[in-house]
Structures are given as structure tokens and as C-alpha cells.
């Protein structure tokens, strides 16, 4: 057992603690610590930004991005999560956590975990998903890593955070049941099943009101009925007004604010708008956090060697191999022509987005080292850089060397991606595509080669339908970290077996994406109005025709589906399904396939989008073998929010059970009948006939009022009564001659 370092009486402490000082603790020191309280023994904590490794800068009062110190950088989160592998995502978070351990960090500011509602946003490649069960099941496992290592972590961006522009100001526009269960699912899974010890609530406002400010989001929603149980910190400078940000349920102002919030929190008190035991609850969050961050010893170090291997171990997992015409890849790696390799991004990796998250790698081994060494002694590499990575016009001398090597070469592997400055926090892209001089020079050196391998680099997604033609294979290496030059190499040569998935649909144009209109607003406010349609459920529900689809990937195996069973474990309100088939390797390779099942009602009486995943497994197989692959699904997988019951609720029926290699490859499924909950809303004065008549008892009550007047002979049954059937039941009281009145029916629901 570790050794306990602070020991903090808290109830004793709060006692001992002045008004001041508690308010004092609800405020940050510097940018990156907790107040300490010295008379008390109450010590300062530090956080850091990451997430995908540690952004520990090297003075307090430092915000700059440039010098951290030392880190392994493993793979963004738009590169992990196209890895679909929880067990992988939280071996990286130990190794996360005993990082910070290491650097004497309490608590890792991440994951981010918000949804790419469009491929635009400028943090997309610091959030995993378009879906929130993908999103949600990697971060889980994720905070459950770094955690386990007795290390805090912050779940953010707490919500609605889906764009860079006015970050601070605007006001997402979204109904409840789009925010249930779009974008705060991925938020109630890790909560409920990980526990972060903080969560970050975001910049903007949702509905009007600063995140900051939301007593539904943060004390109704995350504690009350999430079971929250940790402390919430303000984004950095997110609080607006901190009193209201405190009564809301926001515990701790990030970074400090000079006095500023403490100052507030003492005038609300003094003025009666607080209480004190506000103060005290927030207080005591940070107290605990203060505590648990001092509950295990600082280790000496980390094994760098271990984490850059387990780095090159995610990387690999991670990339996805889009295309791969004629079977193109792998290369061989002693046999063949010279291979060019063209592209600056060869030499000089993009392996990470610019902004808070940046980390400074402890080493970093670009994709053509790599490929130089795998090589040597096998065929010869002919490198060209074709273009500066942020220049805007063509350079012909750098065009004609990459031409030439394409020439001389079998084939010419081509390194494209997206510049730094397209992507960054604070801004998001006005574009999905790469840069023209780029694109020009695929052509030309498709022109001169036919086989043609082009890797991408980009946090988000790009569109590929404009010159995916010039390129036979096409392999999406995202933002991959420190170890993305290796990992890239091994899929390459078939070292790996590429098992990435997307984690995002590449659609075939900008204007095809649902939130296209409505992003990223205007005068402060945002439409959330594709709703639900988020990703694949609009371009599924859509029958859009996309580049790649969600959850694509190809691998150089083959996997077979067949055998499904899915049995209905549990029934009724809370349904739990197994599903079960059998998986096999049909190629000669070992490779993971990611087995994805979504869930389709067919029948509902609310829009449903045409199908959402509802679960995967990510398997390895030996050539030839066979495995049954089990995926459980529980309620979550067939629920609806029903805003006016206010819960979850699954509508009995038919479901169809698709399993896919793809959202767009359903390989195998079935179609079953579950007998679901309640989906009724409570009758009110207010409901309509016609909802009166779907309860036996109601329309018993409400014919034998019509039925005593003329009215009933009219309305019962007849056309006149079908076009009645919207009409509240109030109004119908108040027809001429009808027999009953308003008091009369809330006499009868209050009898019923
Ligand atoms: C970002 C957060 C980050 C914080 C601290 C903010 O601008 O939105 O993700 O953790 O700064 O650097």
C-alpha cells in the first residue's frame, strides 16, 4: 500500500478555517495550482494540461505553450479512438498516470470528450468521436487509467463545447433530448462508470446560460442524478460571475483570479445571496481533492523506453487504412524498385495539435527515419520533400525532385496532411480540404506512378473524394504522437496489421455535414439544428453517400461473420441483450477486427435516427482462427430520452440488431421484440382528446361526459370527432353544451 502523505481532517478543518479563507480555497493560486492554506497544513496541488501526455510547464505563473517539460506524447485522442480498444486506451492512461506521479502533478487536465458535431472545430483532434458511446466507453477506460495510479483527472468540456469560435460567449442552442443523448452521454458514461475526480465545466453558455452558471447541469444533472461525486473546475477563465458560478455547483475558479472571484463569493455571502454552507461544500471538494492528490508518494520517474513502446503500440492500433487497391500495401521490405517518399510531413511529422494540449515528446522519430532504418539493406528510399508544409504556393524545384523520385520508384509514398496553422484551439477551419499545392502535386506524381500510397495527417477529418482517384491506397494516420513515424512504417511494411477504425464519417463535401447553416452561428448564438443527427445518424438517416463511412477500416486479413444469436437476457423496462457470433480470421495474417453492433427501431413513436451503435469488441485473431464474439447491450442501446417523462424510457417493439464492420458494412442481423417500459405521458387538464382516448379508463370517463349532452353523438366516433383529436381536453369542456367542465376533469385525474 502507498504510504499516505497528507492526512487532512476536513471536518475539523472546516471549523478551524476563517469565511476568508475558504472562499480563498475556491480560487486557484497561479495558473496551475490550488490555494494552500500554510497555518493549517493544507498544501498547494498542482494541475496540468495533456491530455495525451503530460503539459507540465516549467513556472507556476507560466501559460505559455512552448516549454513543458518532458513527456511521452501518445496519440491524441482523434488518433486513439479510432484504435475502438478500452484496454488499450487505459494502459495509456497508467502510463499517463504514473507520469504525473512522476512530475508530481495531481490531477491531468483531460480527457476532452466532446462530440464532432462538425469537422470544422478547431479541437477535433482533442475529442474522440462523432458518437457518444465510442466517446464515452475510450475515456472511461481512459480516467480509469490515470486514476488508478492515484492521479486526478478533469472531464472536459462540460458541455455543449463544440466549436472554437466565440468559445467564450456563445450560446449552444440545443433541446434537451439532443443534449441527453448526443452530447452529454459520453459525459454520464464516464461519470457513472469512472468517477473523475474533477470535471471541467466549458466556456459557453447552453440555452443562454454559462455552463459555469447552470445549477441544472452541474448539481442537477452531474450530481444529483449522475452520482457525481468529485469537484468542478471553471475552464480557465470560464467564470463570468462567480457567485452565481459557486450557487450553480462550480467549486473552483481556474486560473487564479487575483482576489477577484474570492471577492465576490465574500460580497454574495455578506449579502445574503450565498450561505455559507455553499461555501463550505465547495470548500470541502477542494479539500478532498487536496487530499486524495496527497494519498499516494511521488515516484522518482517514469521508464521512457517502456511508454515510447507502448506509444508506437497505440499509434499502430490506431491508424486506419482507408483504401487499398490491387493490395498495394503492405510493401515489401526487401524486395522490389525503390520506393519514394514524398512529402514534408515525412521528415517533419505533424504528431499533434497546437493549443493547451501540447506536449513536448521525449523523443520523436518521423516516418522516414523509420522507413530509412526498416529498409536499410533492403530497397533503396529515395526521398523528396515536394512541398513546404505551410507555404501557400507551389515551389517547382521541390514539384520536379518529388516528380523525378516518383519517376525512378515502384511505387511513391506520398505524406499529406493538414498544416499546423489549419488546426489549433482557438480557431476552428473555414474548410475541409488540404492545401491546393498539395493536391496538385499528388496528380503530377500520380501522372509518372501509378501505385501511389498516400498517408494522411490531420486532427480532423479532410475531404479525400476530390483526389482519392490519384491514390490506390489510402492510409489515415490522424495525429498519431511521439511514436506515429514508427507506428506508420510497421502498418506500411506489415509489421502490423492496421485494426483503426473511424471514429468520425469522411463525407464526400463539407455541405453535405447536418450541421452545415447552423455552425458556428452568429451574434453569439449557435442552432443546434440537426438535432440528433450528429454524424453517422445523419448521413445513415440521410442515405448520404459518404467517402468512408463510420467505423470503417480495412485491415490485411479478412474477417468472417456468421453464427449470430441475440438473446433477450432481461425484458421489460430495463432490457439486457446478448449478442453473440462467431469471428474468423479468413486471411493469413494476424490482425484485431473491431466487431460493431448498432441498433435500429424501426418503429418508434419519436424520431429515432435510422441506427445508433449500441456496442463493440475489439478481437485478435491468429490466421485462420475462430473466436465467439460477445457484446452485451444493455438498456442505454434501445433507449430514448423522453422529454416529457424526463427519463429514458425504451418504446416495446421490434429492434434490429445490425452487426457491421462499418455503420455502411452490416455483415449479419436480427430482429427482435422487447416489451420496453412506459412511454405514456400523464394525462393533464391540458392533454388532447386523443390522448384521453388511448387510456381505457380515460376514455371511459370523458364519452360518458360527452354522451350525456348532444355532443357525445357528434364527437363519438365520427369524422368531426378524428378532427377533434388534438384538441386539449380544457377546450372541449368549454364547447357549448358539453356537459362537464375543467374542474370536472381535475377532479377526475386527481381521483384516478
Ligand atoms: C482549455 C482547457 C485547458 C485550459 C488550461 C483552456 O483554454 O480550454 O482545455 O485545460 O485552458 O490550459
Not at 30 to 50: K, N
Not at 139 to 151: E, F, L
Not at 355 to 380: C, F, I, K, M, Y
Not at 629 to 636: A, G, K, S
Request: hydrophobic content about 45%; charged content about 20%.
Amino acid at each position: 500500500m502507498a504510504e499516505t502523505r497528507v492526512q487532512l481532517d476536513i471536518e475539523t478543518l472546516l471549523g478551524q478555517l476563517t469565511l476568508e479563507e475558504k472562499a480563498s480555497l475556491l480560487d486557484g493560486s497561479d495558473f496551475w495550482h490550488t490555494e494552500p492554506i500554510e497555518r493549517l497544513g493544507v498544501p498547494r496541488i498542482m494541475v496540468s494540461d495533456g491530455p495525451h501526455g503530460l503539459r507540465k510547464v516549467a513556472a507556476s505563473e507560466d501559460a505559455g505553450l512552448e516549454h513543458s517539460e518532458h513527456a511521452t506524447c501518445f496519440p491524441p485522442a482523434a488518433g486513439l479512438a479510432s484504435s475502438w480498444d478500452p484496454a488499450l486506451a487505459l494502459r495509456v492512461g497508467e502510463a499517463l498516470g504514473v507520469e504525473c506521479r512522476a512530475a508530481g502533478v495531481a490531477v491531468l487536465l483531460g480527457p476532452g470528450i466532446n462530440m464532432k458535431r462538425s469537422p470544422l472545430c478547431g479541437r477535433n483532434f482533442e475529442y474522440f468521436s462523432e458518437d457518444p458511446l465510442l466517446a464515452g466507453v475510450l475515456a472511461s477506460a481512459w480516467v480509469r487509467g490515470v486514476q488508478s495510479h492515484g492521479v486526478g483527472t478533469s472531464l472536459k468540456h462540460f458541455a455543449a463545447n463544440n466549436q472554437e469560435a466565440d468559445r467564450l460567449r456563445v450560446s449552444a442552442e440545443v433541446d434537451e433530448r439532443t443534449l441527453r443523448e448526443i452530447y452529454l452521454a459520453a459525459f454520464e458514461r464516464v461519470v457513472k462508470e469512472a468517477q473523475p475526480w474533477t470535471v471541467m465545466s466549458s466556456y459557453n453558455r447552453i440555452n443562454g446560460t454559462y455552463t459555469t452558471e447552470s445549477h441544472w447541469l452541474l448539481t442537477e444533472v452531474l450530481r444529483d442524478e449522475w452520482g457525481f461525486e468529485g469537484l468542478v473546475v471553471s475552464d480557465w477563465a470560464a467564470v463570468d460571475r462567480r457567485a452565481a458560478a459557486l450557487a450553480a455547483g462550480c467549486d473552483l475558479e481556474m486560473p487564479s483570479s487575483g482576489g477577484v472571484g474570492t471577492g465576490a463569493i465574500l460580497d454574495a455571502v455578506a449579502a445574503g445571496e450565498l450561505s455559507e454552507v455553499q461555501v463550505d461544500a465547495a470548500a470541502t471538494r477542494v479539500l478532498a481533492l487536496v487530499q486524495r492528490a496527497g494519498e499516494r508518494e511521488a515516484l522518482p520517474g517514469f521508464d521512457q523506453d517502456a511508454h515510447h513502446e507502448l506509444a508506437i503500440e497505440a499509434a499502430g492500433a490506431s491508424i486506419v487504412l482507408l483504401k487499398n487497391e490491387r493490395d498495394l500495401l503492405p510493401l515489401d521490405r526487401h524486395h522490389g524498385g525503390p520506393v519514394a517518399v514524398i512529402g514534408e510531413f515525412a521528415r517533419t511529422p505533424r504528431f499533434q495539435g497546437a493549443g493547451s494540449s501540447q506536449v513536448n515528446p521525449t523523443r520523436l522519430e518521423s516516418p522516414l527515419d523509420a522507413l530509412q532504418s526498416a529498409l536499410a539493406g533492403g530497397r533503396e528510399l529515395l526521398f523528396a520533400p515536394g512541398f513546404e508544409i505551410e507555404a501557400e504556393q507551389a515551389d517547382p524545384q521541390l514539384v520536379a525532385e518529388a516528380v523525378q523520385a516518383a519517376q525512378q520508384a515502384d511505387v511513391a509514398v506520398v505524406f499529406l496532411g493538414l498544416p499546423p496553422s489549419y488546426e489549433s484551439e482557438g480557431w476552428d477551419r473555414e474548410h475541409m480540404d488540404l492545401p491546393a499545392l498539395q493536391v496538385e502535386l499528388l496528380a503530377q506524381i500520380a501522372a509518372v506512378n501509378p501505385n501511389v500510397v498516400v498517408v494522411l495527417s490531420n486532427g480532423s477529418a479532410v475531404v479525400t473524394s476530390a483526389w482519392d482517384r490519384h491514390a490506390p491506397a489510402l492510409v489515415e494516420g490522424w495525429l498519431l504522437g511521439q511514436a506515429g513515424g514508427r507506428a506508420l512504417a510497421d502498418v506500411l511494411l506489415g509489421v502490423v496489421s492496421p485494426s483503426g477504425k473511424l471514429a468520425e464519417t469522411i463525407p464526400l463535401k463539407l455541405s453535405d455535414n447536418p450541421a452545415v447553416g447552423n455552425f458556428p452561428g452568429e451574434n453569439h448564438v449557435v442552432r443546434y439544428g440537426e438535432g440528433l443527427l450528429i454524424g453517422y445518424r445523419w448521413y445513415d438517416s440521410r442515405e448520404l453517400e459518404v467517402s468512408y463511412p463510420f467505423g470503417h477500416g480495412l485491415s490485411y486479413t479478412s474477417f468472417d461473420y456468421s453464427d449470430l444469436s441475440v438473446r433477450i437476457l432481461e425484458d421489460g423496462a430495463q432490457p439486457r441483450v446478448e449478442v453473440a457470433l462467431t469471428l474468423t480470421n479468413g486471411g493469413a495474417r494476424a490482425a484485431a477486427e473491431v466487431v460493431q453492433v448498432y441498433v435500429s427501431d424501426p418503429e418508434a413513436a419519436v424520431y429515432r435516427p435510422s441506427q445508433e451503435l449500441g456496442g463493440f469488441s475489439k478481437v485478435s485473431l491468429e490466421p485462420g482462427a475462430s473466436v465467439r464474439v460477445i457484446v452485451e447491450l444493455d438498456q442505454r442501446a434501445f433507449a430514448y430520452w423522453h422529454s416529457a417523462r424526463a427519463e429514458w424510457v425504451v418504446e416495446g417493439g421490434e429492434f434490429q440488431v445490425r452487426i457491421g464492420a462499418s455503420s455502411r458494412d452490416i455483415r449479419l442481423s436480427e430482429t427482435i421484440t422487447l416489451s420496453g417500459g412506459d412511454v405514456s405521458v400523464p394525462l393533464e387538464v391540458d392533454s388532447t382528446y386523443g390522448e384521453f382516448l388511448e387510456v381505457p379508463d380515460a376514455e371511459r370517463w370523458l364519452h360518458e361526459q360527452l354522451r350525456k349532452t348532444p355532443l357525445g353523438e357528434a364527437v363519438i366516433g365520427t369524422h368531426l370527432g378524428k378532427m377533434l383529436l388534438t384538441l386539449p381536453v380544457s377546450r372541449l369542456s368549454r364547447f357549448p353544451g358539453a356537459g362537464f367542465t375543467e374542474a370536472d376533469i381535475k377532479a377526475y385525474l386527481a381521483s384516478r
